[in-house]
């Protein structure tokens, strides 16, 4: 290199070649970073997918699916239905069968007619279903189904399960609570008396 007279050339410092000694390493303050966030998104997705599992299982407790009996009798029957004479509905296994026993055995066994004036008895009204075939029955059998809708009513609500149509229904629940209570204050000289008209209907719960 040419330089000035009477000047020193300027010295320069070599520079070490760093590749000779090995790749250059990352601070380990960085890896530690990324392996402590590592952990901890893996700690958050697993309490999400606990919390979340719990919640729907919760929720599935709570609100189970709806159990149907279809729209026929043969339907019904192949999806595991029986009557309840409680409610009136077929109903599947699930559904509660609170009071069935006792409403059954209170007077050996309700009668059920095809008109008012009494006409001819029905022997199983679990076949007479839908709007545009009712039957006729006593007000003392009216009374017996408020009073044992009531108990099953008491008992979801007390226990949880299952609730039928009837047990969901809060006006049909007004109205029975509202009878039992006027034949209290008001007893009735007619309970014998065919006046009371109904149905039969698929239920579910």
């Given at each position: 290199m040419y330089s000035a007279i009477g000047q020193k050339e300027?010295?320069?410092?070599?520079?070490?070649?760093?590749?000779?000694?090995?790749?250059?390493?990352?601070?380990?303050?960085?890896?530690?970073?990324?392996?402590?966030?590592?952990?901890?998104?893996?700690?958050?997705?697993?309490?999400?997918?606990?919390?979340?599992?719990?919640?729907?299982?919760?929720?599935?407790?709570?609100?189970?699916?709806?159990?149907?009996?279809?729209?026929?009798?043969?339907?019904?029957?192949?999806?595991?239905?029986?009557?309840?004479?409680?409610?009136?509905?077929?109903?599947?296994?699930?559904?509660?069968?609170?009071?069935?026993?006792?409403?059954?055995?209170?007077?050996?066994?309700?009668?059920?007619?095809?008109?008012?004036?009494?006409?001819?008895?029905?022997?199983?009204?679990?076949?007479?279903?839908?709007?545009?075939?009712?039957?006729?029955?006593?007000?003392?059998?009216?009374?017996?189904?408020?009073?044992?809708?009531?108990?099953?009513?008491?008992?979801?609500?007390?226990?949880?399960?299952?609730?039928?149509?009837?047990?969901?229904?809060?006006?049909?629940?007004?109205?029975?609570?509202?009878?039992?209570?006027?034949?209290?204050?008001?007893?009735?000289?007619?309970?014998?008396?065919?006046?009371?008209?109904?149905?039969?209907?698929?239920?579910?719960?």
């Amino acid at each position: 290199m040419y330089s000035a007279i009477g000047q020193k050339e300027p010295k320069y410092d070599v520079l070490e070649d760093e590749s000779a000694h090995g790749e250059l390493k990352a601070p380990r303050n960085v890896y530690r970073g990324w392996v402590w966030h590592l952990i901890i998104n893996c700690i958050l997705g697993i309490a999400f997918a606990t919390t979340l599992t719990l919640y729907l299982r919760l929720l599935h407790e709570i609100n189970p699916p709806k159990l149907e009996c279809g729209k026929s009798i043969h339907e019904a029957i192949s999806r595991g239905c029986t009557f309840d004479y409680v409610t009136k509905l077929w109903l599947p296994a699930a559904c509660p069968r609170t009071g069935i026993e006792g409403y059954t055995n209170l007077s050996g066994g309700w009668k059920y007619y095809t008109a008012k004036e009494g006409g001819a008895v029905i022997e199983d009204i679990s076949v007479v279903l839908g709007a545009n075939h009712m039957w006729w029955t006593t007000e003392r059998e009216h009374l017996a189904h408020c009073a044992y809708l009531l108990m099953r009513v008491a008992e979801v609500a007390a226990k949880g399960g299952r609730r039928d149509m009837d047990v969901l229904d809060y006006e049909h629940t007004k109205h029975c609570t509202m009878l039992l209570l006027d034949r209290s204050l008001e007893p009735s000289p007619n309970l014998d008396e065919i006046s009371v008209l109904a149905g039969g209907k698929f239920g579910s719960c």
